[in-house]
C-alpha cells in the first residue's frame, strides 16, 4: 500500500508532473534570462513563462478550414504525454524508482514522440508555411538523431548496461562520462539542441523565413501546451545529459540520514541541469541559424563521424581494459 | 516536393514592409520570382507640388524615416542650386554631419536587421544598443531622433553649440571601438560566414547591367560614390575613402557597409573638429527662376535622385525622386533565382530595402501590355469598380 501511494507521488507530485511543470516553466525563465542578459538586454520576470502559459491557454482556439478538430487537439497533449512519461525514468533525487534494464532506450524513443507529432502538426496544417517547416523537422530529425543516440548510447556500451541508473552507479564509483568520453558528450549536447530546435538549428520555425514553421497554425491551448513540451523536453534532456555524463544526482559518499541525502541528490540536480542549461543558452546566443543543406553537410560529415569515432574508441577501451 | 508558390508579404515577419513577392519554390531551391511593389503608393510627389519651398521640405523628409536627411538634403540642394546661392561653409558642415550620422544610424540598423534574417539575434540586439548612441548625437543636434528638420533652402535650421560638438566627440570614441568589434565580428563569427559568403553573388558586369547603386553595386567591385565622383557638400575636403569590396555576395556588401560605418566616424569627427565659424544660412528668395536640375546624392543605401522642374514660382512643377532601393530591386529579383530558400530574407535585406519610399504606380494590364499613364478620371473608375461589393455600402 505504502509503495503504491509512493509511487502515486512520485508520479503525480514529486518529482513527477506536478514538480516538472514548474520546473520546465522556471527552465524558461533562465534561458530567456541567460540570453537576455548576454544580448544587453534586461529579460523577463521569474513569473512570465506562467503568465505567458495561461494567457495562452484561455485564448481561442482557431479551427481551421478543412483540417481535422481531433489530430490538433490530440497532437499536443500525446506529445506532452510522452515528454512527461519520459522524465519518470530520469533521475531527480537518486536513481528513479520505476528504472529498469533498458530504461535508456525508451526514453530517447519518447522524446523522439515530440518531433514526429511537430512533423504531423506542419503536415495536417494545410498552410505552405507549416508544410515545408514540417518537411524540414523531419529532415532534421533524420540528421541529428542518428549521431544524439550513438554519444547517449556510448556511456551505456562503457557502462555495460542498458539502465540509466546503473550508468550513475558505474560513475559513482570512477570518472564522470564527460571526462571519459569527451567527443560523446559534445555530440549529445549538439544533438539536444538541434532536438529542441535552439539557434543554430532553428530551421524548421525560422521566423523570417516560414514564419514559425509547424507552429504557424497552433492557437490558444495548443499553442500553450506545445510551449511546455518544448520547455519539459529540455528539462528532460538536460536531466539526461545531467545523468548520463555529469554523474547524474548522487553523490559518492553515502549520506544519511537519507532525506538529506535524497535533498543533495536534488541540489546536484537542479545544479546540473543549470550548467547544461547554460552551455545550451551560450551556443544560442553565440551563433546564427544555418541551412538545412549546411546542417545536412555538418550533420552527417562532422557530427556523426564524432559520433562513431566515439563509439570506436569506447569499444577498443572496453577490449582493452574494462572488460576481462 | 513539386513546385509550390510561397507567399512572403506584405505580411511576413522577414520584411515588415509593404512588399510581395511570390516566390515559387521547388523544395528549398527558388525557381523563380514575381514581385509586387507599390501597396503603398503615398502621392508624396504630386503633394510636392502643391507646397512652396518652406513647406515642402518636411514632406520630403518624411519619403522616408531612416534617410530623411538625404531627401530634405538632395532637395534643397537641388533648389540652391537652381536659385544659384551658395550656402555658408558652416551651413555645409553642419549638413555633412548629419547626413553621416544619419549613414551611421542606418548601417547599425541594417547590420542589425541582417543578423535577424539568419537568426543572430545576439548581434541585433548589440547593434541596436549602439545605435542609440548615434541617435542621442542626432536628437541633441536636432531635437529629433528620426526626422531631423536640420534642412532650409538656404541653409540649416539651428546651429551647434560648442557643448554640443563636444558631446558628440565623446561619444565617437566609443562608437569607434565597437564598429572596430563588428569587423571582427564578421570576419570571424562562423554562422554569419556560412550564411553570408557565397550567397546572392552578383559580378560586376551584372550589376552594371541591372543598374544597382551604393553598398550593393560597391561590393562587386563598382568603384562608385557619388560623394566623390560628383562632390557637394564638404565631400571633396574632407579626408575620405570610397569602400568596395570584390566579393560581389552578401558578405562583400557587410563588408562595404562596415567599411563606411568607420569612414562616416571619419568623416563626422573631422567635421566636428574643424567646424568653421559663421552663420550657418543665407536669406533665399521666395521664387526660385524656371529651370531643371537633377541633384544627385549617396544616401546610405545608394544613389538618390531627385529630378526637380520649377516654373518661376514659389512651388516646384514637378519633384521626381528616384530611390536608391528602386535601382536595386532588379539586381535582387535576379540574384534570387536558384538560391535557396532559407537566404530569401538575407538576399533581400542585403539592399537594406525601403519600400514605402519606393512605391510607383505602375499600370501593368493596359491595352498593349505596356506600362502607361492614366488620367485621374480613369483611375478614379478603376477605383470605385475594384471597390465594387466590398467593406460596409
Known amino acids: ?324 | 516536393m513539386p513546385e509550390v508558390t510561397i507567399p512572403i508579404g506584405p505580411h511576413h515577419p522577414a520584411l515588415k514592409e509593404p512588399v510581395n513577392f511570390k516566390v515559387i519554390a521547388d523544395g528549398e531551391r527558388i525557381v523563380r520570382l514575381e514581385l509586387d511593389l507599390s501597396y503603398n503608393h503615398r502621392g508624396i510627389e504630386k503633394a510636392a507640388e502643391q507646397r512652396d519651398f518652406i513647406r515642402v521640405l518636411p514632406l520630403l523628409e518624411r519619403v522616408c524615416g531612416i534617410c530623411s536627411h538625404s531627401h530634405s538634403t538632395a532637395f534643397s540642394k537641388g533648389i540652391e542650386e537652381i536659385m544659384q546661392v551658395m550656402i555658408p561653409p558652416r551651413g555645409q558642415y553642419i549638413r555633412t554631419i548629419i547626413a553621416e550620422l544619419e549613414r551611421m544610424h542606418s548601417h547599425l540598423l541594417w547590420l542589425g536587421v541582417a543578423a535577424h534574417e539568419i537568426g543572430f539575434n545576439t548581434l541585433f540586439m548589440w547593434t541596436w544598443r549602439d545605435r542609440e548612441l548615434v541617435q542621442d548625437t542626432l536628437e541633441e543636434m536636432s531635437g529629433n531622433r528620426v526626422h531631423y528638420g536640420m534642412n532650409e533652402v538656404g541653409g540649416v535650421r539651428c546651429d551647434l553649440s560648442p557643448h554640443q560638438v563636444n558631446a558628440a566627440l565623446e561619444r565617437l570614441p566609443i562608437l569607434e571601438e565597437r564598429i572596430n568589434q563588428y569587423v571582427n565580428m564578421v570576419h570571424d563569427q562562423q554562422t554569419l560566414l556560412l550564411r553570408f559568403k557565397g550567397v546572392g553573388k552578383l559580378t560586376r558586369e551584372e550589376v552594371l547591367k541591372y543598374g544597382a547603386v551604393g553598398p550593393t553595386a560597391r561590393a562587386s567591385g563598382v568603384d562608385y560614390d557619388v560623394r566623390r565622383d560628383d562632390p557637394y557638400l564638404v565631400y571633396a575636403e574632407v579626408p575620405w575613402e570610397v569602400v568596395t569590396d570584390t566579393n560581389g555576395d552578401v558578405y562583400g556588401r557587410t563588408c562595404v557597409r562596415i567599411g563606411e560605418l568607420r569612414e562616416s566616424a571619419r568623416i563626422v569627427r573631422y567635421c566636428l573638429e574643424n567646424l568653421p565659424e559663421g552663420p550657418v544660412r543665407v536669406e533665399v528668395p521666395k521664387i526660385a527662376p524656371k529651370g531643371d536640375v537633377l541633384s544627385r546624392y549617396e544616401a546610405p543605401r545608394g544613389e538618390l535622385v531627385h529630378f526637380i522642374r520649377t516654373n518661376g514660382t514659389n512651388k516646384v512643377e514637378r519633384v521626381d525622386i528616384r530611390t536608391p532601393t528602386l535601382a536595386n530591386w532588379t539586381s535582387v529579383a535576379m540574384c534570387l533565382v536558384n538560391q535557396n530558400l532559407a537566404d530569401i530574407p538575407v538576399i533581400v535585406a542585403a539592399i537594406d530595402p525601403c519600400l514605402s519610399c519606393t512605391s510607383r504606380i505602375t499600370l501593368l494590364n493596359t491595352p498593349g501590355g505596356i506600362p502607361g499613364a492614366v488620367t485621374f478620371d480613369e483611375l478614379r473608375k478603376r477605383g470605385h469598380f475594384y471597390n465594387q461589393g466590398r467593406g460596409p455600402q
Open chain 1, 1 to 324: 500500500m505504502t509503495g503504491l501511494l509512493t509511487g502515486l507521488v512520485y508520479i503525480v507530485l514529486f518529482p513527477g508532473f506536478v514538480f516538472l511543470v514548474i520546473y520546465a516553466l522556471f527552465f524558461e525563465f533562465l534561458d530567456r534570462k541567460i540570453t537576455a542578459r548576454m544580448q544587453n538586454r534586461v529579460g523577463p520576470p521569474i513569473v512570465q513563462p506562467l503568465a505567458d502559459f495561461i494567457k495562452m491557454l484561455g485564448k481561442e482556439v482557431i479551427d481551421i478550414d478543412g483540417v481535422d478538430r481531433q489530430v490538433f487537439d490530440a497532437a499536443p497533449v500525446v506529445a506532452l504525454a510522452a515528454v512527461m512519461t519520459a522524465f519518470l525514468y530520469v533521475p531527480v533525487i537518486g536513481v528513479s524508482p520505476f528504472g529498469f534494464q533498458g530504461d535508456l532506450i525508451l526514453v530517447l524513443y519518447l522524446l523522439t514522440i515530440p518531433t514526429v507529432i511537430l512533423f504531423i502538426l506542419g503536415w495536417v496544417s494545410r498552410n505552405i508555411f507549416s508544410s515545408i517547416g514540417g518537411v524540414r523537422v523531419i529532415t532534421q530529425m533524420f540528421i541529428y538523431e542518428v549521431p544524439f543516440f550513438l554519444a547517449l548510447l556510448t556511456p551505456a556500451l562503457m557502462a555495460g548496461t542498458w539502465s540509466i541508473s546503473e550508468i550513475i552507479l558505474w560513475q559513482q564509483q570512477g570518472l564522470w562520462f564527460m571526462i571519459l568520453q569527451p567527443i560523446g558528450f559534445v555530440v549529445a549536447l549538439i544533438g539536444l539542441q538541434a532536438k529542441l530546435e535552439r539557434p543554430p538549428f532553428d530551421i524548421p520555425e525560422a521566423e523570417t523565413e516560414i514564419v514559425a514553421g509547424p507552429w504557424t497554425e497552433l492557437t490558444g491551448r495548443r499553442l500553450a501546451l506545445m510551449h511546455l513540451v518544448k520547455n519539459v523536453t529540455l528539462v528532460t534532456g538536460s536531466a539526461l545529459i545531467a545523468a548520463l555524463f555529469l554523474g547524474g544526482p548522487v553523490l559518492p559518499w553515502v549520506i544519511t540520514p537519507a532525506w538529506l541525502g535524497m535533498a543533495m541528490g536534488f541540489c546536484l540536480f537542479v545544479l546540473k541541469t543549470g550548467a547544461v542549461l547554460l552551455v545550451l543558452s551560450t551556443i544560442k546566443v553565440a551563433t546564427g541559424r544555418i541551412r538545412i543543406d549546411q546542417l545536412n553537410t555538418i550533420g552527417w560529415k562532422y557530427i556523426a563521424s564524432a559520433s562513431l569515432l566515439q563509439v570506436a574508441l569506447v569499444l577498443v577501451i572496453n577490449y582493452r581494459w574494462v572488460s576481462p
